[in-house]
């Protein structure tokens, strides 16, 4: 008994010291918003404030939706001519069985700008800009989509209160998500 005993201590120190490989991926997402105070200063690229922030839930719908498209199985691609972010002023709490953004009525989805979602090695970038006349409410929750609607599959949301967008305001509101 105190040989085997012996033994077993020993292995313990060895797997210890090797650390036995296991696979493991990690997401890490970073949402960016550029606050600009009007059209001449995004085109000109100052923003009056720059706010990053990290996190968020995969939703359910997005995570069948990811799966049925890496297999072949159909759906929806989030590609630059189907995503959107959307943009809602619920500060609900995100949690993965939801679909879509949780406001009632002060949401909107950005269609994404030319060239995005765009890939960089391993890190894929969404990007959507809200002109002056667009999502002027309270900005509390993010979401990536296939489709302009909550109707849509939504992959993801953030819920993160960035201050309110008025009239005349562009904003953008960038996810960059890498996987590791």
């Known amino acids: 008994m105190k040989k085997l005993t012996a033994i077993t201590e020993a292995l313990l120190r060895l797997f210890r010291k090797i650390r036995l490989v296991s696979d493991r991926g990690v997401l890490t997402k970073v949402w960016t918003i550029r606050k600009y105070a009007d059209d001449a200063a995004f085109m000109a690229g100052t923003p009056f404030a720059v706010s990053t922030f990290k996190q968020n839930v995969l939703l359910n719908e997005g995570i069948a939706e990811m799966w049925d498209l890496i297999i072949g199985a159909g759906g929806t691609a989030f590609s630059e001519a189907n995503s959107y972010i959307g943009i809602g002023d619920s500060d609900t709490a995100a949690a993965a069985s939801q679909t879509g953004l949780q406001a009632v009525t002060n949401k909107y989805y950005a269609a994404m700008a030319s060239t995005y979602p765009s890939r ?56 960059a998500i890498t996987l590791s």
């Open 120 to 175: 960089s090695g391993q890190t894929v970038t969404w990007r959507g800009v809200v002109g002056g006349s667009y999502g002027n409410h309270a900005w509390k929750e993010f979401t990536v989509a296939n489709g302009n609607s909550d109707s849509a599959k939504n992959m993801n949301r953030k819920v993160s209160d960035q201050g309110t967008k008025i009239s005349g305001q562009t904003w953008t509101v960038d996810l």
